[in-house]
């Protein structure tokens, strides 16, 4: 496979589309690459590579937005090759996050040229939904758009969701909350106050992310995020999503069984890797 780097949105576009609507996997990737297509990362040094195989035909993509990891569609080889390139244009990495065997891949590859360390920062589940199921104790009020007059209340929320699942960009809470809000891609559950927040991606080949999905601590328990995902996901069916998908820690077994209540299948693990320089 022959590997290319560039910073041009266009052709990166063209030469990915396919294969992003094709693989499930590219979701992240594909709401990443829209972000930055809608200005959400103004101060960011976009990257992106794709690798084409035989035929000209685009098997692999990649693209970093600093400071988030590198994300990578799945790569069945070529991980040195991959990344030897890549070092040139952002000897900076300092995560990658894709399907376990292609993080695992690069980071390893990363190691051999750097001489670095690794190691497994976060390892989540990704789930499948086609049909919404009522949570078995659904919570009190509703959901809905969130409003103007909550983005303070919502920046907060993500960055204390970010710290909380260990991630990188709490930083750019504004920026996050910001770029959602103009696409209606914040919801709130509302009891008698906001009480939850769920993220909803734009639709990527018939495919909507639900998520991030927070509750501040003192109001967990009272099955707001299973009611809240139940009704995020079901809007999304209403409006022509074919599948809704989304993330959950491993480690976190409560989230897990929540959203698999709600009709929710796991279908493939995912993985973010750290980077260490010694």
């Given at each position: 496979m022959?590997?290319?780097?560039?910073?041009?949105?266009?052709?990166?576009?063209?030469?990915?589309?396919?294969?992003?609507?094709e693989r499930i996997e590219c979701n992240v990737l594909a709401t990443?690459?829209?972000?930055?297509?809608?200005?959400?990362?103004?101060?960011?040094?976009?990257?992106?590579?794709?690798?084409?195989?035989?035929?000209?035909?685009?098997?692999?993509?990649?693209?970093?937005t600093p400071p988030w990891p590198l994300l990578a569609s799945p790569l069945k080889s070529g991980a040195d090759e991959f990344v030897e390139l890549w070092l040139r244009a952002d000897p900076e990495v300092d995560s990658v996050s894709s399907v376990p065997a292609t993080a695992?891949?690069?980071?390893?590859?990363?190691?051999?040229?750097?001489?670095?360390?690794?190691?497994?920062?976060?390892?989540?589940?990704?789930?499948?939904?086609?049909?919404?199921?009522?949570?078995?104790?659904?919570a009190r009020g509703g959901l809905r758009v969130a409003d103007a007059g909550e983005r303070s209340l919502l920046v907060g929320w993500t960055r204390d969701f970010v710290t909380e699942a260990g991630l990188a960009g709490a930083a750019q809470a504004e920026s996050i909350v910001d770029g959602r809000?103009?696409?209606?891609?914040?919801?709130?559950?509302?009891?008698?106050?906001?009480?939850?927040?769920v993220g909803v991606t734009p639709e990527v080949a018939g495919v909507v992310r639900i998520g991030p999905v927070y509750?501040?601590?003192?109001?967990?328990?009272?099955g707001y995020a299973g009611s809240a995902v139940a009704a995020a996901s079901r809007r999304a069916l209403a409006q022509g999503a074919q599948r809704c998908m989304l993330y959950t820690d491993l480690?976190?077994?409560?989230?897990?069984?929540?959203?698999?209540?709600?009709?929710?299948?796991?279908?493939?693990?995912?993985?973010?890797?750290?980077?260490?320089?010694?």
């Open positions: 022959r590997f290319v780097l560039t910073r041009d949105t266009a052709e990166f576009a063209e030469r990915t589309e396919r294969l992003i609507a990443v690459f829209m972000n930055v297509l809608d200005g959400v990362h103004p101060n960011s040094s976009a990257l992106f590579a794709y690798g084409v195989a035989y035929g000209d035909e685009v098997r692999f993509a990649a693209l970093r695992q891949a690069i980071a390893s590859a990363w190691e051999r040229q750097t001489g670095g360390a690794s190691r497994s920062r976060l390892r989540e589940a990704m789930h499948i939904l086609e049909r919404v199921d009522d949570p078995p104790r659904p809000m103009r696409r209606h891609g914040l919801l709130v559950w509302h009891d008698q106050q906001p009480v939850s927040m509750t501040p601590p003192a109001l967990r328990r009272r480690e976190n077994p409560t989230s897990n069984k929540i959203y698999a209540e709600v009709g929710y299948r796991r279908t493939e693990d995912w993985e973010e890797i750290a980077l260490e320089r010694r």
